[in-house]
């Protein structure tokens, strides 16, 4: 792939304040393009709680990288405001090339552990307007300048690559909703050569992941101690790269339509992390599963929960039939 290959591409990464968005925004910028950077959260007016990340700071980065950063405050659930994001790309740029939806804000409002008959109507659907009908409100009106030019690439990022159950209702709706909208705008694109798809990243070393293990960027390794999982985990350019791979693919109109993941793109593109690594969260997750099922010690609140989230994405999945009842076997002997 060419150093810059996105150099005369236009972007806009909504919800790139922090976390994959910003990874994101910074690898589009590396790979030449101008990134319009969006969120809430700028210099003097933090909109999330104990996080001191701002647009401002990655549009500098994006630019850092080689790019062009641009920090536009939107808020995404004001229809208002993202149409005048879009009127301001149309007005500076005539173009739009990459749409990434990565807005969340849905942390605070999970309640881990409740079913969903004890959950918080309020909170349920706070998460949903966030998460999901920002997603709709922003790729309606950004659509229309890819369809004027007959191009376009339309990334919703979720969480995970199957169709499993998530473990909690409002986060299993918000996750599922984003692959849905993707396949949705995929048909109603298709004519006008335009691409929209769901990608996840794997186990991400967001800025709150690294604080909450207590650890830095050049450190994080002291706290696979903590959680081995975390030996897997991946930095926010990762799927970064994979946005930039995508965008740089002549034949990206293939995927339209799919879901797909971080490590999955990596294999199939060659890209690597910044580290030089080159994850692969789905094989691991799997391998440590499987590690699980055939360990003679008594297992463990975590496993359990391993375990069963394993089952939840393979009861979505015919050919994982004989997988499906062992992973039934094992919950019902260690209950």
Known sequence: MPDRPLRDQ??????????????IARMLGAAGATVYCTGRSVRGRPATPGRPETLEETAERVTAEGG??????????????VERLFARVRSDSGRLDVLVNDIWGGDALTEWGSPFWKLSISKG???????????????????????????????????????????????DL???AVIRLATAMAADLHAHRVTALALTPGFLRSEAV???????????????????????????????????????????????????????LAREYGFTDVDGRQPHWGSFFRSQVGRILEQETPPDDMDRFVVQTR?????RDPAAGEETQALRAWLRQHR
């Open 68 to 81: 062009r950063g641009i920090a536009v405050r939107t808020d995404h659930t004001v229809e208002e405001e």
């Open 210 to 264: 690294l604080d909450h293990f207590g650890v830095t960027e050049e450190n994080w390794r002291e706290a696979i101690g903590k959680d081995p999982y975390f030996a897997e985990s991946e930095t926010p350019a990762f799927v970064g790269r994979a946005v930039a791979a995508l965008a740089a693919d002549p034949n990206v109109g293939g995927k339209s339509g799919g879901l797909f993941s971080s490590w999955g």
């Open 10 to 23: 236009v972007a806009v990464v909504a919800g790139a304040t922090r976390g994959a968005g910003r990874g």
């Open 174 to 176: 918000a996750k599922n």
């Open 311 to 315: 089952l939840w994405q393979t009861e």
């Open 125 to 171: 659907q706070t998460l949903l307007e966030r998460a999901v009908h920002t997603h709709v409100i922003t790729s309606r009106h950004g659509a229309p300048l890819m369809v004027e030019q007959g191009s376009g690439l339309i990334v919703e990022v979720t969480d995970g690559d199957t169709l499993g159950y998530r473990g909690n209702l409002f986060y």
